[in-house]
T-cell receptor, first 112, second 114 residues
Framework: GESVGLHLPTLSVQEGDNSIINCAYSNSASDYFIWYKQESGKGPQFIIDIRSNMDKRQGQRVTVLLNKTVKHLSLQIAATQPGDSAVYFCAVTTNAGNMLTFGGGTRLMVKP | NAGVMQNPRHLVRRRGQEARLRCSPMKGHSHVYWYRQLPEEGLKFMVYLQKENIIDESGMPKERFSAEFPKEGPSILRIQQVVRGDSAAYFC????????????FGEGSWLTVV
């Protein structure tokens, strides 16, 4: 089965710095990867996704990098702001279905 | 354009009672998913439904839990004879299809069993 893990349970950064959150997955058949942001008491909010035919995708202040060779995924947040403070989850799936497998989450704390 | 709507947001039940959680997918979405989240943990898949069909229920406990997505109305996650271990946040998500469609989550229903 799939397992997804995160390297750092808590990440503390200074406002304005860049943040990098990492995720490892185990199933080499995984082909769709998503990052979600979850604030306390709320549901996961879609941030950015990437498919296995890409190794990088950029959004507004966020970049997702995919390394299929080592089955590693990262989320980079540029110029981190206090509003970015939340728990970030990576989720992976295959086109065989939409059952997302979530990592355990990384808590991002932004210091003003 | 309303997102995924869940209700109730908070529900308290005594042990042995039934809990019913409702989910209306985003407009235009016909695929619904239920996930459970324990405190400080990631979300765990429970069930995937389309209208009137259960597609994948591999994450559902074998007993006391059931889900449906009728032709009309919201999807329902039903938990019978609740126990304290059922206390969790239950999230519903929806998508327009299977392949390559973004999955959007609702704000969750927090179940507390006392």
């Amino acid at each position: 089965g799939e397992s997804v893990g995160l390297h750092l349970p808590t990440l503390s950064v200074q406002e304005g710095d860049n943040s990098i959150i990492n995720c490892a997955y185990s199933n080499s058949a995984s082909d769709y990867f998503i990052w979600y942001k979850q604030e306390s008491g709320k549901g996961p909010q879609f941030i950015i996704d990437i498919r296995s035919n890409m190794d990088k995708r950029q959004g507004q202040r966020v970049t997702v990098l995919l390394n299929k060779t080592v089955k590693h995924l990262s989320l980079q947040i540029a110029a981190t702001q206090p509003g970015d403070s939340a728990v970030y989850f990576c989720a992976v799936t295959t086109n065989a279905g939409n059952m997302l497998t979530f990592g355990g989450g990384t808590r991002l704390m932004v210091k003003p | 354009n309303a997102g995924v709507m869940q209700n109730p947001r908070h529900l308290v039940r005594r042990r042995g009672q039934e809990a019913r959680l409702r989910c209306s997918p985003m407009k235009g979405h016909s695929h619904v998913y239920w996930y459970r989240q324990l405190p400080e943990e990631g979300l765990k898949f429970m069930v995937y439904l389309q209208k009137e069909n259960i597609i994948d229920e591999s994450g559902m406990p074998k007993e006391r839990f059931s889900a449906e997505f009728p032709k009309e109305g919201p999807s329902i996650l039903r938990i019978q004879q609740v126990v304290r271990g059922d206390s969790a946040a239950y999230f519903c998500a929806s998508s327009a299809g299977v392949t390559g469609n973004t999955i959007y989550f609702g704000e969750g229903s927090w179940l507390t069993v006392v």
